[in-house]
């Protein structure tokens, strides 16, 4: 099943930057896309989400940006701290579902001080 | 702030054995859900429950498992006879009405199979 990518296993960043991770899907008919955020010993944590009627949510220092040409999105989190190292998921839902989340295989990000 | 929990965090078991996952989902939720992540891998959902029935299943969960909402508060997992693949992370999730895909998880049950 690879109808959710995320091509990069890991990103390394300094404290105060952008963080940038990317998600690319291969099924059209998604109505919403998700971010979650897993620490070790965790179950993921939703993070933010955005309908596949807007091009970019916006919640503090995370944004998502979603491109439906190119079936990507991405997250953008601005100004990186130490704290955000964690896995991060991409997880797309058919509505009709019933919320049956399709997570790609996770980021880690690593935020160094 | 509610949160769902899972028991146990870690079982042992030998090959054939069955297991028991324990989950109590956030009160007022309506929906509820397994996933696991073997280790290495993604994290796969395996069913949704809702109104006392499944809703979804995917191809993972065959004959050998089983969901249960015994009473009010509890959710339940059940693997008849277990396999050296079953070992995994055991991830439960509930949300509420609004289908977002918002899932609220718990911490995770880590299977192990002998």
């Known amino acids: 099943d690879q109808q959710v990518k995320q091509n990069s296993p890991s990103l390394s960043v300094q404290e105060g930057r952008i963080s940038i991770l990317n998600c690319d899907y291969t099924?059209?008919?998604?109505?919403?896309f998700l971010w979650y955020k897993k620490y070790p010993a965790e179950g993921p944590t939703f993070l933010i989400s955005?309908?596949?009627?807007?091009d970019k949510n916006e919640d503090g220092r995370f944004t998502v940006f979603l491109n439906k040409s190119a079936k990507h999105l991405s997250l953008h989190i601005v100004p990186s701290q130490p704290g955000d190292s964690a896995v991060y998921f991409c997880?797309?839902?058919?509505?009709?579902?019933?919320?049956?989340?399709?997570f790609g295989e996770g980021t880690q990000l690593t935020v160094n001080p | 702030e509610p949160e769902v929990t899972q028991t146990p965090s870690h079982q042992v078991t030998q090959m054939g054995q069955e297991v028991i996952l324990r989950c109590v989902p956030i009160?007022?939720?309506?929906?509820f859900y397994w996933y696991r992540q073997i280790l290495g891998q993604k994290v796969e959902f395996l069913v949704s429950?809702?109104?006392?029935?499944?809703?979804?299943k995917s191809e993972i969960f065959d004959d050998q498992f089983s969901v249960e909402r015994p009473d009010g508060s509890n959710f339940t997992l059940k693997i008849r006879s277990t396999k050296l693949e079953d070992s995994a992370m055991y991830f439960c999730?509930?949300?509420?009405?609004?289908?977002?895909?918002?899932?609220?998880f718990g911490e995770g049950s880590r299977l192990t199979v002998l």
């Open positions: 009160s007022n939720h309506l929906y």
């Open positions: 429950f809702y109104n006392n029935e499944i809703s979804e």
């Open positions: 997880a797309a839902v058919l509505e009709t579902s019933g919320s049956r989340l399709t």
């Open positions: 955005i309908s596949s009627i807007k």
């Open positions: 099924n059209s008919m998604f109505d919403y």
């Open positions: 999730a509930s949300r509420g009405i609004l289908n977002t895909g918002e899932l609220f």
